[in-house]
């Protein structure tokens, strides 16, 4: 009794270091190396191999994987093909593991009820229990094969249904046969490493899924922004006197996004709704858009229903940044509360909306309109700093002129403002100083260096 106690003990601590073994996921093959070895030392088994059964969703598959061997002989690297009508046998195995002798001395028999001799003696107590009622065609192809490593027992590893491995193991290394006991035994312990081998499995398949649906992920995304600018030209081509502004918009909003620190996907999103802030202008009159002259205060509040069919538009569509149709609607808003259309002050104002609100105002004042030609650098400074704090968002202002500044000063070799305004609309020695006073006035950090320069 003493010694089954034990025996009991043993096999439970042996359990919960397998369980250990399973649940360290660092190195898979280490991992079913070691509960072969603590498998085979629970029952001093003298060998013993665990093989990987192809997964029955990939059927051109047939062939075994081989994880781990220890006793047989050194060149024997037990590999199988199993069939559908194996994987049958193993999945109905009667006992959960399937003796060989007895399948060996009566392949092709029915051996429900007979009572294998083994080799010479009761090695297993009861063959019926352990050999299956069909004709194994696996064992047919393996058996001497199987029989001459001295492999005597085959543990189907079974999870959620699915045929995972085999475990193939050899006699008890004092002769004597496989207890019930001991068979219950190995059926936990093949059973935890079945769900070892099965994570791991769907781990990769997992793996394998993220990498799929990262690339299904990026070409959506191609998808949009090609969408995207495709938009952007159509409201360009609507209104002929601004030509690229859109577009322009748009980069004008990525660089002042990007100076401010956003991460990659905000930048994105907020270059996306510079792009599309004037998506709305689509369903206004082409006449009143293209007015070579001021327009009247009728087809002004016309003109200014765009943010709002602007949101209309593209609020239905799910864009894969942050209130893209938000930054749209309230891009003709003040900080001021003088704005429209909700005449939203400050804090109301999302910071994107803002961003593009600075960007779309710089453009409309660096490009020549039917009515007026457009201001010199000198002027548009004057506006940012007459209108900061009014109508646009100083943090954004700040952001704005350091990011044109670090190209005048050719801290960024990149000649992003340069390409949209055109060669010799900046001018870094007069432009400088410009743009140095009015961080100094806007920003306290610049301030101090430029009281002391
Ligand atoms: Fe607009």
Known sequence: MESNTQKLIHSFGALADLGQEVADTGDFMEMVRTSLHLLLGTLAIRRGAIIECPTHHLPEDKSTNLLAVWGVGDDYQPQFDVEDADREVFLNAPDGALDILGLVQSPTSNLQHE?????????????????????????????TDLQQQGIELIVPMVVRGELTGLVLLGGKASGDAFTADDLEVIKSMVRHIGVGIHTHRLLGEVKQQVVENRRLYED?????????????????IKDKYTQGHSERVGKYSEIIARELGFGEEEIEGMAIAGYLHDVGKLVVERDIINAPYRIDAKQSSELNRHPVAGFEILSPIHHPYADIPLMAKYHHERMDGRGYPDGLTDEQIPLGAKIVTLADSFDAMTTNRPYKTRR????????????????FDPVVVVAFCRALMKELNGEIKERRFAKMLGKNYLEASKDIPLLTQLLAELDPNTKTVAAGG
Request: proline share 3%.
């Open 115 to 143: 009572v294998s001799t083994g080799s010479g003696s009761d090695r297993v107590e009861e063959t019926s229990r352990t050999t299956p009622e069909s004709s194994p065609i696996f064992f047919h192809r393996y058996a």
């Open 220 to 236: 959506l995304r191609a998808i949009y922004r090609d969408t995207v600018r495709a938009f952007a030209a159509a409201i360009d």
């Open 376 to 391: 010199t650098f000198d002027e548009v400074i004057i506006d940012l700093r007459l209108n900061t704090g009014s109508q």
